[in-house]
């Protein structure tokens, strides 16, 4: 792995003025986001915290144009992403979804998939770039050969981890990584992925209901309620202090898990 | 070679053979089983039913120009698509745009091929020949075609996680749905493959016995079955192909997005 480079303080992805609205039931237009800017560094970990229903996982979503925004635009380097072939950018922008999805077949399997796609030449339980992201992941080399689907949750929800950083995209996505795992295992994706996001000098963003996750490992917090920042800033500064009605109710009463 | 010729069927012959359905209504009257007037109807609709067609064939059979033998053929075909349309209980986007295509592209290429230089009578649009061919390929082409367009539409609504993992792994819609393409071929091909397997033990196919009824050697009518069985999997299977290389395009958007539910 190369050296640590100087820090670019321009930030990697920017988000401005994001609007998004869905047709709902009655065919009404629904406003799921509005007017969301905020923008993701480096090396740091973003996450992206509020109510189920606020509009994070509509949000993250539009980073990899899963989804694309009804206003507004994201950069990604300074170039809109709008414009970028929609699978390279994936390609750069890696993702794992709530639901951790193992493919029919053995944990090596798994993690030789994004290869697959791009391919490009498939690593071998031995090559050096599975044994390290298995160590980041914190998983074990006896696992490679088992069936995916037989592993744990919370070695799956790690296993997804390491499937999408196999490849070290600059930027990562998670939506709701921990809300399946009990506190342990939780406090080990944590770990995971502080050391993945420092040690590759990714951007990561995070959405999560999960302050205690939140307050652990993020660098930068936003609050999102009803489709709206309500509350930005260092992550241990806002938690602290937080500035907003909205952020203060959520900090006293969150939400039991889901 | 002996040839004993074609016993020709009387109307006192039909008459006798109908007994059978009497019979059939009679014992579901009796039994109180409720099925005499479904089975009255449909014994109805198919004489109706076959005798004009006995007829309409009559007229078409004498018909010589390639232009009036294709429009005959896009006429069988359209009502074919009709059906499956009706049938389908879930359409996908552009449903019959999609199944038009393939089955025009697929049936029509595949009975051309055969019509032209396997069997290579001439003219080879002779709708004696090219009609009933066409009728044989294109029944199994569009239910491979309509089992294909099912299987893909309920794959891709059962795997959304999995193709939106893909996605986000980057990969391309078509490796995005690889899985759930391949389902669906094999459920287009299983019907056809199954009949071939049992063909000669299990059952004896409709046609060859109506040709071996009608005098035919059976040495020569198995010939015509193997070829006629060779035409009708090339048929479903380029047909149910075409169908699921464009049909799985429709599920995603031009940013290669996996459209929402309730859009698509």
């Not at chain 1, 390279?88 to 922008?93: G, Q």
């Not at chain 2, 009255?40 to 004009?52: H, I, K, P, S, Y």
């Not at chain 2, 986000?168 to 299983?190: D, H, K, W, Y």
């Amino acid at each position: 792995m190369a050296e640590k480079t100087s820090h670019d303080d321009r930030p990697t992805v920017q988000v401005e003025g994001i609007g998004l609205t869905r047709p709902d039931r009655q065919g009404l237009e629904a406003v799921i986001l509005d007017k969301v800017s905020f923008s993701a560094a480096k090396g740091r970990i973003t996450a992206i915290v509020g109510p189920s229903g606020g509009g994070k996982s509509s949000l993250i979503r539009l980073i990899n144009r899963l989804d694309d925004p009804t206003a507004g635009r994201i950069l990604l380097d300074g170039v809109d992403i709008a414009g970028l072939d929609p699978l390279l950018l994936r390609r750069k922008v890696a993702m794992v979804l709530q639901r951790p999805f193992m493919f029919p077949g053995t944990l090596l399997h798994n993690l030789q998939r994004p290869l697959v796609y791009r391919k490009e030449p498939v690593p071998t339980a031995e090559s050096p770039v599975v044994r390290r992201t298995l160590e980041l992941a914190r998983l074990t080399p006896d696992l490679l050969e088992r069936d995916a689907r037989s592993l744990s949750v919370g070695q799956q929800q790690r296993a997804s981890l390491a499937r999408a950083v196999i490849t070290s995209p600059p930027i990562l996505l998670l939506d709701e990584p921990t809300s399946a795992l009990d506190r342990p295992t939780g406090d080990q994706l944590a770990a995971a992925l502080q050391d993945i996001c420092r040690q590759q000098e990714m951007a990561v963003i995070l959405v999560t209901h999960d302050l205690r996750l939140a307050g652990r490992i993020a660098d930068d917090l936003i609050y999102l309620e009803a489709g709206r920042i309500r509350e930005a800033g260092p992550a241990a500064e806002v938690l602290a202090e937080p500035a907003s009605a909205e952020f203060k109710r959520f900090l006293a009463e969150p939400e039991e898990k889901e | 070679m002996d040839n004993r010729g074609l016993v020709n069927l009387e109307l006192s012959n039909l008459l006798l053979a109908f007994a059978l359905i009497l019979l059939a209504m009679a014992l579901s009257r009796f039994q109180r089983l409720g099925q005499a007037r479904k089975i009255g109807w449909a014994a109805t609709r198919m004489v109706v039913q076959l005798l004009a067609v006995g007829y309409l064939l009559h007229v078409v059979f004498s018909v010589k120009t390639p232009l009036l033998v294709a429009s005959i053929l896009v006429v069988m075909a359209g009502f074919s698509l009709q059906v499956a349309g009706s049938q389908a209980k879930r359409r996908m986007p552009g449903f019959y745009r999609v199944m038009g295509s393939s089955i025009l592209a697929g049936c029509g290429g595949v009975t051309f091929f055969f019509c032209a230089l396997v069997v290579g009578y001439s003219p080879w649009y002779e709708p004696r020949y090219l009609i009933p061919l066409f009728g044989m390929i294109l029944g199994n082409s569009m239910q491979g075609a309509s089992l294909a367009a099912e299987r893909l539409e309920a794959e891709i609504g059962e795997r959304r996680d999995e193709i939106e993992t893909a996605l986000c792994l980057g990969a391309t819609p078509r490796q995005a749905v690889e899985a759930a393409l391949r389902n669906a071929f094999s459920a287009a091909l299983i019907p056809t493959l199954n009949t071939m397997a049992a063909m000669g033990i299990v059952s004896l196919p409709g046609m060859m016995t109506g040709q071996i009824l009608s005098g035919t050697e059976p040495v020569v009518a198995v010939r015509y079955q193997i070829a006629i069985m060779c035409a009708v999997s090339g048929g479903v299977a380029v047909t149910a192909f075409l169908l699921l290389m464009q049909g799985y395009r429709r599920y995603f958007t031009p940013a290669q997005q996996l459209r929402r539910w309730d859009e698509s």
